[in-house]
């Protein structure tokens, strides 16, 4: 089972999190596309651009975190983390 934890947090607090879970036979890098697009779409967000950084920080610790430079529209919190918690 693949489990992503996705957060919003503000001055050092969550605001909200989620984790959307995965079973299918899909390789990780799909899955981690469609569970932050959940998440995205449970929070009422847009969907994160991913940059070289984020992509290089989610590779090697599973965990990255989306800041406003990353969205196209204004974002009402400070940062989007996500985090791998349980891989296949």
Do not use: N
């Amino acid at each position: 089972m693949f489990r992503l934890w996705i957060k919003l947090f503000k001055d050092g607090h969550m605001l909200q999190d989620t984790v959307c879970e995965d079973s299918s036979d899909r390789r990780r890098t799909q899955k981690v596309f469609a569970a932050l697009e959940e998440g995205c779409l449970a929070f009422d967000l847009a969907k994160p651009i991913w940059l070289d950084k984020t992509v290089r920080e989610f590779q090697k610790m599973s965990k990255t975190r989306f800041y406003q430079d990353h969205f196209i529209e204004h974002i009402d919190f400070d940062y989007l983390e996500i985090e791998v918690i349980e891989d296949d």
